[in-house]
């Protein structure tokens, strides 16, 4: 193919593409900075334009998609996909659903995916665009069923350590009462952002780093929820202890924040040791049934 014929390969490619893009960032411009007014100034929500680079950047690793020919199939499953996405868009916006609005655009991406690209762009394309889940805001009715039982579960466990610890503590509900001071188990407290935010990471490391295997995925994901737990008993613990020992303003100021940071990246160490852990556990199973085999054979 001479220069010529290639420039003009790639300048139908980019419009080919161009002009869906543009309608695209038409309908969620408006999405986006609402977000960002709204609900990305809130500390547990000031991840998400990081979820959108993360996706960005994994879509545009995967950018020779673009330039290829189309593949065969998925031109009926890429409509279905685009309407569902666009009425899902004209919902939310009409009744000012902010989960919905970020979440619409998945469905959006993937018909744009299956329609322009198809079967197959879409295969190496799913998980970048499925990530902008992360983006979504918990829905109010998530976190009104989902953070109870945490919470209480939280309290429960910190009211038993601190006890344990020989501090004197007593629960009321979600109320810790630790001699003079005390301290409320919240939503922010219950865990349930840290299990979002840790099931983001989670998923973005097991994408990287290649694995392949299900069973490895589920029982990793498995394992997001107690940790996620753990490390929020741990804080609450460590901030009833702080309260006692130095007062509430201590407790509420600096070593409010740094405990949230600190606890989290312990969380997020454990997450990768439970990686490590089935991989040797994935690595003896094997191991063993091959063993078997031979031995069986050699008999």
Not at 57 to 67: E, K, N, S
Not at 215 to 220: C, F, G, S
Request: hydrophobic share 55%.
């Amino acid at each position: 193919m001479t220069l010529s014929a290639r420039q003009g390969a790639r300048g139908r490619n980019l419009l080919f593409w161009g002009l869906p893009l543009l309608a695209f960032v038409a309908m969620y411009t408006p999405v986006y900075w609402q977000q960002a007014r709204q609900v990305w100034v809130f500390d547990v929500y000031q991840y998400a334009p990081l979820i959108a680079g993360v996706s960005a950047w994994l879509i545009w690793r995967q950018r020779d998609v673009f330039t290829r020919r189309r593949s065969p199939g998925g031109a009926l499953v890429g409509s279905v996909l685009l309407l569902i996405g666009v009425v899902a868009y004209v919902s939310a916006r009409t009744r000012d659903n902010s989960f919905l609005e970020v979440a619409s655009q998945i469905p959006v991406l993937a018909g744009m995916v299956f329609l322009l690209a198809g079967t197959l762009a879409m295969r190496r394309l799913w998980f970048p665009i499925c990530f902008l889940i992360f983006m979504a805001p918990v829905p109010d009715v998530v976190i009104q069923s989902g953070t109870g039982h945490l919470k209480a579960w939280v309290a429960m466990a910190a009211d038993g350590l601190l006890y344990g610890l020989g501090y004197p503590v007593a629960r009321l509900g979600n109320l810790l009462i630790v001699g003079p001071y005390q301290l409320l188990v919240d939503d922010v407290c219950s865990g349930l952002h840290s299990i979002y935010s840790l099931s983001a990471l989670g998923l973005l490391y097991l994408y990287l780093a290649g694995r392949r295997s299900w069973w490895h995925w589920l029982a990793l994901a498995a394992t997001i929820l107690p940790i996620a737990v753990m490390t929020n008993v741990a804080r609450v613990v460590i901030l009833g202890g702080i309260s006692y020992r130095y007062g509430s303003a201590v407790a509420d100021g600096f070593a409010h924040s740094f405990s949230g940071v600190l606890l989290f990246f312990i969380a997020l160490a454990l997450l990768l040791l439970a990686d490590a852990l089935l991989l040797l556990v994935g690595k003896a199973f094997s191991t063993g049934r091959g063993g078997g085999r031979d031995s069986h054979q050699a008999c």
